[in-house]
């Protein structure tokens, strides 16, 4: 519930290998951002401040994010992606078996 520097990380592993996720961000670490070289920006090009800001920022990253709001007060905005079936992660699988295939399969020879 309170995943703090690792929410952008954790939304990014996720849209990376297809997997579905939920966060629900909190602390915006503005000032740690910049001082690690992150130059995150919202959609219109702002510097991500403030929590609003950090929640469009984070929801920019793919279209299949989503947004909800739980029932407590407070900061209660969960993101949320279903993941991609298709995803690299499931590309990256089907590549694989492919090659296995591929390899464990009788080469072929042609007739002279």
């Known amino acids: 519930m ?5 929410t952008e990380p954790i939304v990014d592993m996720a849209l990376a290998h297809g997997k579905p996720f939920a966060v629900v961000p909190c602390c915006v670490f503005a000032r740690e951002a910049a ?7 919202t959609p219109a090009g702002e510097p991500v401040a403030t ?10 990253k793919d279209a299949g994010i989503r947004r909800a709001f739980l029932g407590f007060k407070g900061r209660n905005a969960v993101l949320f992606h279903r993941g991609a079936p298709g ?9 694989r078996a492919a090659r296995a295939a591929r390899a464990s399969s009788p ?6």
């Open 51 to 60: 929590y609003e800001q950090l929640l469009d920022y984070l929801a920019a």
């Open 87 to 95: 995803g690299p992660a499931a590309q990256a699988a089907a590549a």
């Open 35 to 41: 001082r690690a070289g992150r130059d995150r920006r």
């Open 2 to 6: 309170h995943p703090d520097e690792a």
């Open 107 to 112: 080469t072929s020879t042609r007739a002279s």
